[in-house]
């Protein structure tokens, strides 16, 4: 995923001064973040770069923002990104009391605001933070427990998740990415949907077609993610097997890295598709950026996203997408006009092949993702996440 590094430069000077106009009028002049991952932490994805993005336009804007985080290996426990501070105390668990307790003790400063980021396990700040607090909840993490703890383990999370946190947050407001999302949230977690708010992630201005890159000569599959279950790499590896005699000369990339990707060689290795099919790991921007540009097609079989930026991102640069129907998912592909949507393993097999298979197709399709990719901003994003946190902060004060 895209790392927001210049994101701010490109922010035009009116949009970071309205920020500030917002901020300063809510009396937000310092800001907590509480977030389970940085963005350098090993495992870091989309999330992480929601969250630093957005904090480095509210520091631009001259909002004071502290994270608040896990240990990352390699990393200092403090230090400045983008003119706001990281700390990074505590292990993968202990981060939620210390970091609650942290905040509670005043420890860092005071703060006017408090933004909790609940990926998976909650900060459950309702119940103890003083300030004006609102929640950032991408998605439903549902099987995702099972996924990656197990079905013992699992169903505690999801018991946590489904039953015990939810009344906690019921008079917080909510931030999700789409309104796929928000639906889940109402549904299962039944949230109520006046305080459920959605602002979609943006997409960095680095990522647009290149004369100077052309797309592959030969037809070329590009996934990105974490290598964890819940992105069900595996079912498109499957499914690249599956239609590798209908395009002999296919090769796909996968980017990433994660704790499956032994289990994903052997997948490769078995299908005697070690030629073909790679993983690329970790790898720079640059690297990122051509091969968006170069790829025919984005895939990604993930069972649960908050929103899928990596098709937002592949969508900029002119390349279309073929991924599950999940929430977030839906919102970020334009249905039909800048990619499909498909469910199992057979369907996701049939579209890559038709996609693949009819350049008249792919090229309406790479237009309209074009035109899909445009409405995001990142200055929007930050707008909008700051509009939730002042409203609650005016309304804390007893201002409409």
């Known amino acids: 995923m895209g790392a927001p590094g210049g994101v701010e430069a490109r922010t035009p000077a009116a949009e970071i001064a309205k920020l500030g106009d917002l901020a300063a009028e809510a009396g937000l002049h310092r800001v907590s973040m509480l977030a389970w991952r940085d963005l350098d932490d090993p495992e870091a994805g989309g999330s992480e770069v929601h969250a ?5 336009l509210w520091a631009e804007a001259g909002i004071e923002v502290t ?15 983008n003119g706001y501070r990281v700390i990074r105390k505590a292990g993968r668990y202990m981060v939620f009391p210390r970091a609650a307790f942290s905040e509670m003790m005043g420890w860092h400063g005071g703060k006017d605001g408090l933004v909790e980021i609940w ?5 459950f700040s309702p119940l103890w933070s003083r300030t004006p607090h609102v929640t950032w909840l991408h998605h439903v993490h549902a099987d995702m427990w099972d996924m990656t703890l197990g079905p013992r383990l699992g169903a505690a999370g999801r018991t946590l998740e489904a039953r015990l946190a939810p009344p906690v947050y019921r008079r917080t407001p909510i931030v999700t990415l789409s309104e796929s999302s928000k639906r889940e949230l109402v549904r299962d977690l039944r949230f109520k949907a006046r305080l459920v708010h959605v602002v979609p992630p943006g997409i960095d201005a680095r990522f647009r077609p290149d004369g100077a890159t052309p797309k ?5 599959v590009l996934a990105v993610g974490r290598l964890v279950p819940v992105k069900r790499f595996d079912w498109l590896v499957e499914a690249l097997v599956r239609i590798r005699d209908r395009h002999p000369t296919m090769e796909a990339v996968i980017v990433g890295e994660g704790y499956r990707r032994q289990e994903l060689e052997s997948q490769i290795h078995q299908a005697g598709a070690d030629r073909w099919i790679h993983l690329a790991g970790r790898i720079d921007d640059g690297e990122l950026l051509a091969l968006y540009r170069r790829a025919w097609v984005l895939a990604s079989a993930s069972a649960h996203e908050g929103w899928g930026m990596t ?20 919102d970020a592909v334009s249905v039909g006009a800048s990619g499909l949507l ?3 393993r057979d369907e996701l097999a049939g579209a890559l092949d038709r996609v693949l298979g009819d350049r008249a197709l792919r090229e309406r399709l790479s237009q309209g993702a074009l035109r899909h990719a445009e409405q995001f901003t990142w ?4 707008r909008g996440t700051l509009e939730v946190l002042a409203a609650e902060a005016l309304r804390r004060r007893g201002r409409p």
Not at 312 to 330: K, N, Q, R
Not at 379 to 382: D, G, K, N, S
């Open 311 to 330: 098709i937002t991102e592949a969508a900029a640069c002119g390349t279309p997408a073929v991924v599950t129907d999940i929430a977030g998912h839906a």
């Open 67 to 81: 994270m608040r985080t896990s240990f990352a290996a390699g990393q200092p426990q403090m230090s400045w990104r």
């Open 119 to 123: 990926n998976g396990m909650p900060f």
């Open 216 to 220: 592959s000569a030969k037809p070329l």
């Open 342 to 344: 498909v469910h199992g």
């Open 52 to 56: 630093s993005t957005v904090a480095t």
């Open 379 to 382: 200055a929007a994003t930050a």
